[in-house]
């Protein structure tokens, strides 16, 4: 038997497919575009994401046989997405995506809701779906009459993969309207965000079974034999699956596109005051904690874009040796910010530039800036009571040695990196796959081959400490100029 791991990313879609011992056979990725109509919009077509799809199924079934022996699917998608469909399950509008900040009033007003952080265990973010529905209530009326139901991404190529409106409930905890201590849908929240219960999904876990490949997509697959589609997961609970961070004490730091710091957690331990997510893992029983911050290789990139250099040739040039904190200072808040700040409107800068400043300063200061603002939610998470015993560093950022030993050093915490391989949300979604069809989520959901490990610099944690504490004492600066 083999295992089919989608990973619905926001610049593209990734196949893989696995053995019955999780062992990656082949992958395939497609990759398509995202529109912003206005400043702060984010849209993309659910189309574009069953093109993709379709190809890269089309690819995997022609270099590999195993694809054949098909026996489940799992999808992990980007979160808080909103897929408006009517009363037929067509789309009425381009879905409205993660990064997308035209709700933020609306957010706002749900925030300030009495109880509402209470049921739902989080702030309610711009980017979050609950206010975008309000906003297309508010803007654009003759379309919000004609929702029959709403989608989050990864849900909608399970609609299309079974025929059946269903998501998972670390998906589901990022809408604002789930009761997330209880894993269920909650009315009040419901209400106050004017939607109804019967507008939602299905609710599954993520390992738990969603429904079955639909026959006639089997057939148009070629395949012969009953495939299991799992409830799935949002991407960064089928990230922690794919590193096996289902136990208290595990978690990761991604440097992607965004930068995520993820705890794994035993039970449910809500502090939305910190601006850190608590939301429902993929497996039953569990949850998760992180500190989201919008532009962490994004901010890399954008200096490249200007420079007219790769990210990658950027760090290159600084080395590999740790240097104590720069002069220049980097806020990286260029698509605004949650952990801690959330704050849709707020912006990044360069400060203490001289004429003396090079490339190499300002690259410096872009990872410091970013390692900052993970470090903000490091603190964050430690102030619910998560803990780590071990931080994985996934992610493209992750590729550079001196990002990841400053990263280490300001977190004061040893990074393990994984070995080259597979290791990340497609890998999860295939192992959530795995569980779906009997398989005991302990005995898939496994860490994966350590590589090395980045200890901090001992000499520079007090220096780094001090940088860190000048970072903080920006924030009412950068609030004062909106």
């Given at each position: 038997m083999t295992y089919l791991g989608i990973d619905l990313g926001t610049s593209g879609l990734r196949a893989l497919l696995v053995s019955?011992?999780?062992?990656?056979?082949?992958?395939?990725?497609?990759?398509?575009?995202?529109?912003?109509?206005?400043?702060g919009w984010s849209e993309q077509a659910p189309a574009a994401w069953i093109a993709a799809l379709e190809e890269a199924v089309a690819e995997l079934r022609t270099t590999c046989p195993e694809f054949a022996d098909l026996a489940g699917i799992g999808v992990a998608g980007h979160m808080h997405g909103a897929v408006l469909l009517d009363a037929e399950d067509q789309v009425l509008r381009p879905c409205i995506l993660w990064n997308d900040t035209r709700a933020h009033a609306e957010a706002a007003a749900l925030d300030a809701i009495?109880?509402?952080?209470?049921?739902?265990?989080?702030?309610?973010?711009?980017?979050?779906?609950?206010?975008?529905?309000l906003w297309v209530q508010t803007h654009e009326p003759d379309i919000f009459a004609r929702v029959a139901r709403v989608l989050l991404p990864a849900a909608y190529l399970n609609l299309y993969l079974t025929g059946e409106a269903v998501t998972d409930m670390s998906d589901a905890a990022g809408t604002s309207w789930l009761d997330v201590g209880a894993r269920a849908w909650s009315d009040p929240l419901l209400e106050a965000g004017a939607m109804r219960a019967g507008q939602m999904p299905r609710l599954v876990e993520g390992s738990e079974r969603a429904g079955h490949l639909r026959p006639a997509l089997a057939r148009d697959w070629g395949l012969s034999g009953k495939v299991v589609v799992a409830g799935g997961a949002g991407d960064n609970a089928a990230a922690a699956c794919g590193i096996g961070a289902l136990e208290e004490g595990a978690g990761f730091v991604s440097l992607g596109t965004s930068g995520v710091l993820l705890a794994a957690r035993d039970g449910y331990h809500p502090a939305p005051e910190t601006a850190v997510h608590t939301f429902c893992h993929a497996v039953p029983g569990r949850w998760y904690q992180m500190g989201v911050m919008l532009s962490a290789t994004d901010s890399l990139n954008w200096l490249g874009r200007i420079a007219g250099q790769r990210p990658a040739d950027l760090t290159a040039a600084l080395g590999e040796t740790l240097r104590p904190p720069g002069p220049v200072?980097?806020?990286?808040?260029?698509?605004g910010e949650r952990t801690p700040h959330n704050d849709a409107a707020i912006r990044g800068s360069f400060t203490g530039l001289s004429a003396g400043t090079d490339l190499a300063d300002m690259t410096r200061a872009v990872l410091e800036g970013v390692a900052f603002g993970l470090r903000d939610s490091l603190l964050a998470l430690e102030a619910t009571g998560a803990r780590f015993d071990t931080l994985m560093a996934i992610g493209g950022g992750s590729a550079s040695p001196y990002w990841c030993r400053l990263l280490a050093t300001v977190l004061n915490t040893p990074l393990s990196l994984p070995m080259a391989g597979e290791?990340?949300?497609?890998?999860?979604?295939?192992?959530?796959?795995?569980?779906?069809?009997?398989?005991?989520?302990?005995e898939v959901m496994t860490p994966p081959a350590i590589g090395g490990q980045v200890e901090a610099d001992r000499d520079l944690l007090a220096t780094f400490e001090t940088a860190h504490e000048r970072f903080r004492a920006s924030y009412p600066a950068i609030r004062a100029v909106q």
């Open positions: 019955e011992e999780g062992t990656p056979i082949a992958s395939s990725e497609r990759h398509y575009e995202v529109s912003h109509p206005a400043e009495p109880g509402l952080r209470a049921r739902s265990g989080n702030i309610v973010f711009p980017g979050f779906t609950a206010p975008k529905l200072r980097f806020l990286p808040y260029l698509s290791f990340g949300a497609a890998l999860g979604a295939a192992r959530l796959a795995m569980g779906a069809t009997g398989r005991p989520v302990e």
